[in-house]
Structures are given as structure tokens and as C-alpha cells.
């Protein structure tokens, strides 16, 4: 009988479609695969031939809320803590449900958002593999990915890592909550994104490349990073007449999209309006799920509706993002320069990075946007062959790779390591 592998995944569109990617890779190996995920995402799981488990509640209306808006742009004491309260909610639903998911299941899958997975692999005495398309783990090469400072140094780094840990404790209450309730157990000892009960650090794939951020020489030797876990694009999409018309009109547009982030939408179209009319050239704007109204535009910016950035990208000639995971591994696997735009958690991280290959200016975070800053580089993206050049070296780089090849080995090796505390003498709710 095929071993089972079930995987855990809350999020946007970025924090699911990798996990589609290791899922058909897993599949191809031989084992079966379930992927639990918010409800929003059945048919993208269910047309890549997988089965679908729903872990709950439709997240796009979660992001698109008031409060989140209001929490990331002006009122984050006043609000973030009902946001919190939230996230736990959701968080609480989708471990009740990974619990019924995961019955049967030889090995679990989580992410940072589903760290519940480590106490539900406790419980059933099968062995639990974490990951993260971001560095998480602490390391004093660089820090936490949401810092957005100047380079404090090594000591610093490492420390900034801490907060981590401190919201990993509010969510280990209902974790310990349901512990108790579902699985028999006694409350956590010990907290951590990717440490067991006892404290030892957990398999860990980070699914991004070496290439573009080296693994630090101070992580665990559990820990891994694979390559990108990059899902083929099997719609058939191609541009539609109106597109073509577009592209056909005049010089090569400059993508804009600010994915599943909805901060600012008015605010942030005027800017874009304003920067096109001082650079003189065109945009691709993408609609997404916010961020950017795409009513009542000038003729030199055309809005897309969600289009595969993979087949989209090759008709722009840079890409400007927010810097989330997803998008930046598309930008780079395409071979075009970029210029982040960032507004929270790991899309510092990605900015910087992209600016120091040599990919693209300096990121500028959204509350700093301007017209005149992004006409600036806008200008750089377009002209800059320094930044193409280095882009299409990357490119060519990440394509040799494969890094759910390389994450499906190390997952085989877990479940053939593995040693059931039942065969060993010990117990697995304890």
C-alpha cells in the first residue's frame, strides 16, 4: 500500500500553490497525497489531480476585511489584537480539521502557519516534516526576514529572531487547547516553530534557493533548503485579443501587482497614475485580489485579471511586486529584473535580495512610495541592462535546479528513518 502524505497549508495563494507543486511531485513518486487548505483553493488542488481536504474558512475574505487594512496602514495597537484573536480562530478551525485529515496518514506536512501538525504527528506517532518558503530558523548571518534596517551585525540578527518564539506562544494556547481536548495530551513543554515537545529540532525544507538566499552554516543539520517548489502551468492561458492589441501598441510594459495584499488601493493607484504620466512609459497592472483599483485607467496602463506569472512575465519587462514568496520566485524564474514594493512580514526580506544580485533597484517600502520614486525605478527597470542581464543569468540558474526532486528525497528518508515510539517502548500521547 502507498504511504500517505498528508499536507497542511493556511494562507494566500502564495502560501498553497508550492505545496501543489510537492504534492504532484509526491504523487509521481508513488505515494498518496491529501492537501488540506482554505476552502478558496479546492478547484486549483482539485484540477492538478490531488485530493482536496478543507481546513476552513475562505481566506481571501479574511484579507480583504477592514481591519486588516486598517492594522498594517495606521491603527495596528487599536486593532491588531481583534485581528489576533482572529487568526487564532481560523488557526484553531484548521487544526480540528488537519486532525481528521491526518487519521491514516504515514507522514504530516506543515508550514509556519500550521505548526499544529507537530502536536497532531505527536499524537499518532508518525513522523511530522515543517517548512517555509522563507528563512525562519534563527541564524546570525542576517535577520528576521520582516526587519526593514540597517545591518546591526551578527549578535543582533540572532536576537531579532525572538519574536518568532513570542508569537508562536499565543498560538500554542489553543494548540495546548486541543491537546488536551482531541488528542489526550498534556500541555507543550517546550515552543518553537520547528522543535518537537522535547525541544529537538524538527526535518525542516525551506522550499527556495540557495542561489538566491546561501543556506546560513549556523542551522541545524536538520534543516534544509531545497530549490523552489515551482508548479507548471497547465491552464493554456494565453493573452487575449485585447492584450495583444495592447502589447502590440507600443513599448514593452513594466508589470505592477501587489498579490493578495488590499492595503491602500486608492492611494496606491493615484501613485501609479501619476508615476506612468512622469515616466512616459506602460504598465500591466494585475487586479489580484486588491491593492491597486483597476477602474477608469489611462489607455497607458492596461489591468489583467489573474493571469499565471509564469506565462504572463514573458511579455513584460520587469516586474513590480510587493516581494511575497510566490512572486519573487516567478519574477526570477522568468529572467526579469524587479523592484519590490514591501508592506509586511518576509517581503523586506526578498527585497533586499533581489537588489543585492543585482536584480533591481532598492526596495522602497509602500508607506514610502511615491510617484516620483517609482517613476525613478520604473525608468531603472526599463533601461538598466545590468539588471537584465544579472536577471537572465539567475534565471538560467534556477532552471537547472529542482527543488521538489530534491524535497521528496528528503522526505523518503524521514519516513524511512523513522522510529515509532510504540516500537521503542515509549508513548505517543504522554
Given amino acids: 500500500m502507498a504511504k500517505r502524505v498528508a499536507i497542511a497549508t493556511i494562507g494566500t495563494r502564495g502560501d498553497v500553490q508550492p505545496y501543489v507543486a510537492l504534492g504532484i511531485a509526491l504523487q509521481n513518486r508513488g505515494y498518496s497525497v491529501v492537501l488540506g487548505a482554505s476552502s478558496d483553493f479546492r478547484e486549483m488542488v482539485e484540477e492538478h489531480g490531488l485530493e482536496f481536504y478543507s481546513l476552513g474558512r475562505n481566506i481571501q475574505n479574511f484579507v480583504k476585511q477592514s481591519q486588516l487594512d486598517e492594522v498594517v496602514s495606521k491603527s495596528l495597537l487599536v486593532n491588531a489584537p481583534q485581528l489576533m484573536r482572529q487568526g487564532q480562530k481560523i488557526v484553531e478551525i484548521a487544526a480540528r480539521r488537519s486532525w481528521q485529515m491526518a487519521q491514516g496518514a504515514d507522514l504530516l506536512m506543515a508550514n509556519m502557519n500550521t505548526t499544529f501538525c507537530i502536536d497532531i504527528a505527536e499524537a499518532l506517532d508518525i513522523p511530522v516534516v515543517m517548512s517555509a518558503l522563507q528563512p525562519l530558523t534563527a541564524t546570525s548571518e542576517f535577520p528576521i526576514v520582516a526587519y526593514d534596517g540597517p545591518d546591526l551585525g551578527p549578535a543582533f540578527n540572532y536576537i531579532s529572531h525572538a519574536p518568532m518564539n513570542w508569537q508562536q506562544m499565543f498560538y500554542d494556547w489553543p494548540r495546548n487547547k ?17 522543535k518537537d515537545n522535547n525541544g529537538y529540532d524538527l526535518p525542516a525544507l525551506y522550499a527556495y534557493s540557495n542561489l538566491i538566499c546561501k543556506r546560513p552554516s549556523d542551522w541545524p543539520t536538520t534543516t534544509h533548503v531545497t530549490g523552489y517548489w515551482q508548479l507548471e502551468d497547465k491552464s493554456g492561458w494565453t493573452p487575449s485579443p485585447e492584450f495583444q492589441d495592447f502589447l502590440s501598441a507600443g513599448s514593452e510594459p513594466i508589470y505592477v501587482g501587489f498579490g ?26 494585475g487586479r489580484g485580489w486588491g491593492g491597486i483599483d483597476a477602474n477608469d485607467l489611462p489607455d497607458s496602463i492596461y489591468a489583467i485579471d489573474r493571469a499565471p506569472h509564469d506565462k504572463l512575465f514573458q511579455y513584460v519587462g520587469g516586474v513590480v511586486h510587493h516581494g ?12 526579469k529584473p524587479g523592484f519590490v514594493v514591501p508592506q509586511t512580514m518576509d517581503q523586506p526580506f526578498w527585497g533586499k535580495r533581489i537588489h543585492s544580485l543585482g536584480c533591481g533597484p532598492k526596495p522602497i517600502p509602500l508607506r514610502k512610495l511615491t510617484s516620483e520614486n517609482l517613476a525613478d525605478a520604473l525608468e531603472q527597470l526599463s533601461t538598466n541592462a545590468t539588471y537584465r542581464m544579472n536577471a537572465k543569468n539567475i534565471a538560467a540558474k534556477l532552471k537547472a535546479e529542482n527543488g521538489c526532486e530534491t524535497a521528496c528525497d528528503l522526505i523518503t528518508r524521514v519516513l524511512a528513518n523513522y522510529e515509532p515510539l510504540v516500537a521503542t517502548g515509549g508513548s505517543a500521547a504522554q
Wanted: aromatic share 8%; charged share 25%.
Fill in 178 to 194: 486541543l491537546r488536551k481536548e482531541l488528542m489526550g495530551m498534556q500541555p507543550r513543554k517546550k515552543g518553537g516553530f520547528f
Fill in 260 to 285: 493578495s495584499m488590499p492595503f491602500g488601493a486608492k492611494r496606491n493607484t493615484q501613485i501609479l497614475r501619476e508615476a506612468v504620466e512622469k515616466w512616459g512609459g506602460r504598465l500591466v497592472v
Fill in 324 to 335: 511575497g514568496a510566490g512572486t519573487t520566485s516567478a519574477g526570477l524564474h522568468a529572467g
